[in-house]
């Protein structure tokens, strides 16, 4: 039996996004990587509203329910309202920070799509965010290892390790995940959303989700 004063604490997963609408592109890649890294549970983290872009469609509340119920899907995922409970935009470096401050001995790994990760030089205190988490990857379609910066290619190459024993302490290691592609964007989605009829089937949508957008007139037109 392990001692409690020697066993490792849990490390810390999570995926932050405007969740507007959550989808099986940000469902079916965290649980592979759950699988990968033995997490018991990943953190899915409606931002309040991000600052690089146009204000989502559905409310804070509305998006946080949506990922409510996504997670029903599975034990390991946790809908976690910590930005929005925060009332104001929170940038990932502050959250990460609140995150040591609960778990200073426990590994943090923050999950981005390869979208995300391009534009990561970019992000408040970037370099910051590499002290208090290890990235973790998703490939995304269209998005390219050869897109990225110098400066981010540079830090990949000190920094990528393959093994998921690197991930299990500490921060500031990058693991590009080799998860199967999921072909989705919450904006094509939305757009699918109001171009179908109500009783239509929404591919790569969890049906509870689909449920809850049409009986919340959820987004009806296109703009
Ligand atoms: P939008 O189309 O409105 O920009 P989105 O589909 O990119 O939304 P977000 O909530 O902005 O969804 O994404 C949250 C995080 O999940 C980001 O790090 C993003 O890169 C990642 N992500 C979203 N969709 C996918 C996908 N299909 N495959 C891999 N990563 C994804």
């Known amino acids: 039996m392990t001692s ?3 066993a490792k604490p849990a490390p810390i997963a999570l995926l932050g996004g405007t969740f507007d609408p959550i989808h099986q592109g940000h469902i079916e890649p965290v649980l592979k990587l759950a699988d990968t890294f033995g997490w018991s549970h990943v953190h899915l983290q409606p931002c309040f509203a991000p600052p690089h872009r146009p204000q989502p469609e559905a409310s804070d509340q509305q998006r946080l329910a949506m990922v409510t119920l ?3 899907q599975d034990s390991r995922l946790l809908a976690d309202d910590f930005e929005l409970r925060q009332g104001k935009p929170t940038r990932t470096v502050h959250t990460l920070h609140h995150v040591r401050q609960q778990h200073p001995n426990a590994s943090v790994c ?4 390869m979208d995300s990760f391009l534009q990561f030089t970019s992000w408040l205190n970037w370099q910051q965010i590499l002290d208090l988490a290890h990235l973790v990857v998703l490939p995304r379609p269209g998005y390219q290892l050869t897109q990225l910066p110098p400066d981010l290619a540079a830090e990949l190459k000190l920094r990528q ?6 991930f ?7 693991y590009l995940a080799e998860t199967p592609t999921v072909d989705i964007s919450a904006t094509a989605l939305r ?6 009829p109500d009783t239509s089937r929404i591919p790569l949508l969890d049906p509870a989700v689909l ?3 049409r009986s919340h007139n959820l987004y009806q037109s296109t703009h």
């Open 4 to 6: 409690p004063l020697t």
């Open 168 to 174: 299990s302490q500490g921060a500031g290691f990058i």
């Open 191 to 196: 757009r699918q959303l109001a171009q179908s």
């Open 110 to 113: 923050f999950i981005m799509g």
């Open 70 to 72: 996504a997670c029903q």
């Open 211 to 213: 449920a809850y957008i």
């Open 161 to 166: 390790r393959g093994d998921s024993e690197s």
